[in-house]
């Protein structure tokens, strides 16, 4: 059933369009891609001196411009209108112009022409043989587009030696995985019709069906003659596989009429043998006969054959037998004997070579790919575990860290707060006088140059205002600001602070507030209640962030473990 469909290379690397213009006096005018655009135009739709003078005007451009890839392209277009002996001959030159060609295309594409030929031929052997030489080179070459379209001309040989379920796996995979670098919308549909072939031989009719459908509805879209009447073809065949034979008869004799008409000899011997069957169906013996006969006459007058040929031909000898009409019963015994021969020939080559060449060496492929796929995996898997051990370790050391971290702090907040717990609440009067002669002692060692003594004595006095008053807490505190609320300068007020504190103003004023909030944090259980973000406002800090920062670095700690820490020993107490 499958051999009403050509082969896909036919139209590889050209896609189709509509007729540009019925015109072809002006070639000149048009590009090489154009050109092929009409000659496949032309072509398809039986104009055949139009597609010849396309063909010759190409080959010609070519030749003059010196052009090979488009002389070996003419070449190819020509061969399409001659007879077989001539048409080979065409494309042994294709092989022989691009012998030297480097890259991807040649010499696979030339096979792969070759093979096709033999196929329109009805030369399976020869095809076959091809077609497996297409594919070696398209892989080698790693030329996914032609390994592809010799992967699809392989399993039309498979459909016709009955193997249709594996043809089905290679269609239905590239009608559903769609690739618009491999197959366009003319080869997209050629993989329909090749699918519900051969779903209409395995029997699952409902999918053949579905498929018909879509075909039909796509063909009057495209608004083409030649695919609904191929649609009809098979739509009759599905009504022959469900015994609606009336059905089939319509469908059927309309295609064929339309096939003969085209000269579509082949899908005419395919709809005639069908309409037998159909009139089989509905022991319509006379009808049979006629069919039957008339698909005899176009066998040999095309020479191409098919496997269910065997069926028409032993019902016309059963037929001519039961007549006693010995005359016609030895015509269609030697018919059927020459026929018989010629596809035994064909079927058990093509039953032997396929599984060897292709479906053995395949199957090898996949075996390979699946060991790779396998390594793959394994190696992801190790490389997984690795990582994921490696993540373990990291996690375990910073969890280990931070562990070690949160005992220094702990160690630091009990320090801290013990520190703060010894503190005396009020110094006693003698000793605050001795802090002061202390401090008089320093500021006549510490004399900084430039400033007056009485000037550095006033700000230190001043300074010392502003911490027993806790001006530190206010917020917006900066070193101008603070300067000009005693008086002084911001020169003056940092040299003293940078010589007498031992440190800079910042430093200076966060060590305040955070001394004031270690202690305030000890004393006040309602201080250490609050939210962090009115802590810090208390403590004269614009935000949490600001605070939390100024304590760590200040103690070496952290506020939420000096918290902590007051929280867990107070609970004691």
Not at 213 to 226: F, S, V, W
Not at 294 to 313: G, S
Not at 442 to 457: C, G, R
Request: glycine fraction near 2%.
């Amino acid at each position: 059933m499958m051999k009403y469909i050509f082969p896909i290379i036919i139209l590889l690397f050209n896609n189709l369009v509509g007729a540009q213009n019925n015109n072809i006096d002006s070639l000149s005018e048009f590009k090489y891609s154009q050109l092929k655009n009409k000659f496949y135009d032309y072509y398809d739709h039986n104009q055949f001196p139009q597609s010849e003078q396309i063909a010759k005007y190409y080959l010609q451009k070519a030749k003059k411009e010196k052009n090979v890839l488009e002389i070996a392209e003419g070449y190819n277009l020509i061969h399409f209108n001659r007879n077989f002996s001539v048409a080979l001959k065409y494309v042994d030159s294709i092989a022989a112009t691009t012998k030297d060609i480097k890259g991807s295309l040649y010499p696979a594409r030339v096979y792969l022409i070759k093979g096709n030929l033999y196929y329109k031929n009805d030369n399976l052997k020869a095809a076959l043989d091809n077609y497996i030489l297409g594919l070696k080179y398209a892989k080698e070459q790693n030329d996914e587009k032609q390994t592809a379209y010799a992967n699809m001309n392989i399993a039309y040989i498979n459909s016709y030696i009955g193997k249709n379920v594996e043809a089905a796996k290679i269609f239905r995979y590239y009608l559903y995985n769609r690739n618009n670098n491999i197959t366009d919308d003319y080869q997209h549909n050629q993989m329909r019709i090749a699918l519900i072939s051969c779903y209409l031989e395995t029997g699952k009719l409902d999918s053949a069906n579905i498929l018909i459908k879509e075909g039909q509805r796509d063909a009057l879209i495209n608004k083409d003659k030649y695919d609904p009447n191929l649609y009809s073809y098979l739509l009759g065949t599905y009504n022959l596989k469900l015994k609606k034979y009336n059905t089939a008869i319509t469908k059927l004799s309309n295609a064929y009429a339309y096939f003969t008409n085209s000269n579509e000899n082949n899908n005419a011997s395919y709809a005639l043998y069908n309409l037998g069957k159909a009139y089989e169906g509905l022991k319509n013996k006379k009808k049979v006969v006629e069919t039957y006969t008339q698909l005899d006459f176009n066998v040999q007058k095309t020479d191409i054959t098919f496997p269910e040929l065997r069926n028409a031909y032993t019902y016309l000898i059963d037929y001519y037998k039961e007549k006693n009409d010995k005359e016609k019963q030895l015509y269609y015994i030697d018919h059927f004997l020459k026929i018989d021969k010629k596809l035994d020939e064909q079927f058990e080559y093509l039953s032997t070579e396929l599984p060897r060449k292709y479906d053995t060496p395949n199957l090898l492929q996949e075996k390979e790919n699946i060991i790779n796929e396998l390594k793959k995996k394994k190696f992801l898997f190790y490389l997984v575990i690795g990582i994921m051990t490696l993540l373990l370790f990291a996690l375990l050391f910073l969890y280990c860290k931070s562990r070690k971290a949160e005992r220094k702090h702990r160690k630091i907040a009990q320090d801290l707060i013990h520190s703060v717990e010894e503190r005396p609440k009020i110094q006693p009067i003698a000793e605050v006088e001795e802090i002061l002669n202390e401090e008089s002692i320093q500021q006549e060692e510490k004399v900084i140059k430039n400033i007056p003594e009485e000037v550095i004595k006033s700000i230190l006095k001043e300074l010392q205002n502003f911490e027993k008053k806790q001006h530190f807490l206010n917020k917006g505190i900066t070193l101008s600001s603070l300067a000009q609320s005693i008086n002084t300068n911001t020169t003056y007020l940092s040299e003293v602070i940078n010589s007498h504190k031992e440190k800079s103003f910042t430093t200076y004023l966060n060590d305040l507030r955070i001394d004031y909030a270690l202690k305030r944090l000890v004393e006040d259980k309602w201080f250490r209640s609050y939210k962090l973000a009115v802590i810090a406002d208390e403590l004269g800090y614009n935000n949490a962030q600001a605070f939390t920062a100024a304590f760590k670095k200040n103690t070496q700690t952290t506020l939420s473990a000096y918290i902590k820490e007051i929280q867990k020993k107070q609970s004691l107490n």
